[in-house]
């Protein structure tokens, strides 16, 4: 990279109160440096919409390959690091299983049983940590049932989950994250070592199924299934959670989505364009170009900060609020471009049309509990890391 262009963009940022709060820092650099070279992190944060969306749009510039990342060296290569027909095939494999088809005709009954379980063991009690006893195990169950892995206990997927999710930003090197990762990945490896070969019916469109159908290499099948546990649990239950929290601090929009059903949904798109549950993923330049003002150079390695450009003054008007009466506008929650989040309508459907409706349905009276307040955390994965609540027995 340019001396030039280092110097210009260089940026200091205390990456401990990021994790408490991103929003100071992301604002500054939208508005002074929106392509800031970080040198604690060797890459360039990139916080503005349009030049995410700009590099998203240009894979023949912008490459997702990179074996230097965590996030191969943690799951392998999956097709969240591939591009052009690499990624299409991998990615044309696994679609029906993530189909909204799918969604609705095979995974929405599965998950309202789950849900309708998880609600009848806490209804009774009149309080819960929401964040540990609904969001929590609805995700991972579910995740269990759409990936195939359903040897697993649903406590294994969830921690197994939280393990990479920390190995994957684990940028200072701590070697007690690293080897929970590599703890997390080899048991993923040995659950699907069991299942990949267990006979299958032709209704079976989990995950596992499809990929051992479309004969998907054994290397390729656990890096996938790995990147789809991280994700898959994480940006549902953070959703999940963070949606029945976003609702409750907002009696307003409470009453809104219980009036108009069709408004769940619109909760959840507004939720992860705020929070931005997956707030970053890396790419790589293939070739020299200009970002933002700044030049880049083959290998200059890019952190795309979606829970920036979801809060970009330039698209969305008073950004820092959760409005779901907003005027409906394209968010990066889930991506951009080829890469597009693969499960999105399976989380939707998760989490709009199944887990948050039936929570507030069952539980009458809920309301936080003020006596123990929710916190947050995260940059690359944000979210609430507790709910506490009341109810009416």
């Known amino acids: 990279m340019f001396a030039e262009a280092q110097e210009l963009t260089a940026e200091t940022v205390d990456f401990e109160e990021m994790w408490r709060d991103p929003y100071p820092l992301f604002k500054r650099l939208r508005a002074n440096n ?205 959703a999940n959670a963070g949606l029945i929290w976003a609702l409750l601090s907002n009696p307003d929009q409470l009453a809104a989505v219980r009036a108009d059903d069709a408004l769940w949904m619109r909760g959840f798109e507004e939720y992860v364009r705020w929070i931005s549950p997956i707030g970053m993923y890396p790419r790589t330049v293939d070739k020299p170009t200009e970002l933002g003002g700044v030049m880049l150079q083959p290998d200059d390695r890019l952190f795309l900060l979606v829970g920036s450009a979801n809060r970009d003054e330039a698209k969305f008007e008073q950004a820092d609020r959760f409005d779901l009466h907003r005027e409906k506008k394209q968010h990066l929650a889930f991506g951009s471009g080829p890469h597009f989040c693969a499960g999105a309508w399976v989380a939707r459907m998760q989490v709009a049309n199944i887990a948050v409706p039936m929570l507030f349905a069952r539980l009458k009276g809920l309301a936080l509990d003020e006596d123990d307040p929710v916190r947050c955390g995260g940059w690359a994965f944000r979210g609430v890391l507790n709910l506490p609540v009341r109810w009416d027995k």
């Open 34 to 238: 929106p392509v800031a070279w970080v040198p604690q992190a060797n890459h360039f944060m990139v916080t503005r919409f349009d030049d995410i969306v700009h590099v998203e749009r240009n894979q023949d510039t912008f490459r997702s390959l990179e074996p230097r990342s965590l996030v191969h060296k943690v799951m392998g290569h999956s097709f969240m690091r591939k591009d052009g027909d690499a990624h299409l095939a991998e990615r044309t494999i696994v679609s029906p299983s993530f189909s909204p088809a799918a969604a609705k005709k095979i995974w929405a009954e599965k998950f309202r049983l789950i849900a309708t379980d998880l609600l009848d063991q806490i209804e009774g009690k009149g309080k819960a940590d929401l964040f540990v006893d609904y969001a929590t195990p609805m995700a991972a169950r579910c995740l269990c049932e759409v990936t195939g892995l359903t040897n697993v206990d649903w406590r294994d997927i969830a921690r197994w989950s939280q393990a990479m999710m920390d190995a994957v930003q684990n940028y200072a090197g701590d070697a007690e994250i690293a080897r929970l990762g590599r703890e997390a990945s080899d048991g993923i490896d040995a659950a699907i070592d069991e299942m990949i070969g267990a006979r299958r019916t032709d209704e079976d469109k989990s995950l596992l199924a499809m990929m051992a159908a479309g004969g998907m290499p054994l290397d390729s099948v656990r890096a996938n299934l790995k990147v789809i546990i991280g994700g898959g649990q994480n940006e549902p239950r953070d």
